[in-house]
């Protein structure tokens, strides 16, 4: 059983920066990978980043390349994800999530465990 925990979210204009964490209580499997997924409203929900537990190799979807870094710290069970250069299109409820690494990143079903969700508003 993993717990996950999402904070960081909040109010920003465009062009800003914020840094969303995920601490996951219980030990992460090293065969895992950790997912950010965000839900606007009248959405689906869409997949953002994914980071390898014990490589640290990263998949990000197209839209916030080079905008928005994923990384991991395996010593404190915490997923980080960097948000830069923020548009009014990246507003929305920011998930974390955990998979078995082999599963495909993109498809939320491949997730088992989910936080609550950190909401992200970028004004423009």
């Known amino acids: 059983q993993v717990v996950l925990v999402e904070s960081g979210g909040g109010v920003v204009q465009a062009g800003g920066s914020l840094r969303l964490s995920c601490a996951a209580s219980?030990?992460?499997?090293?065969?895992?990978?950790l997912g950010w997924f965000r839900q606007a409203p009248g959405k689906e929900r869409e997949f953002v980043a994914s980071v390898n537990w014990r490589t640290g190799a990263s998949v990000y979807r197209d839209s916030v390349e080079g905008r928005f870094t994923i990384s991991r710290d395996t010593a404190k069970n915490t997923v980080y994800l960097q948000l830069d250069s923020l548009k009014p299109e990246d507003t929305a409820l920011y998930y974390c999530a955990v998979r078995p690494s082999y599963k495909t990143y993109t498809d939320p079903r491949s997730y088992d465990y989910w936080g609550q969700g950190t909401q992200v508003t970028v004004s423009s």
């Open positions: 219980g030990s992460i499997p090293i065969a895992n990978a």
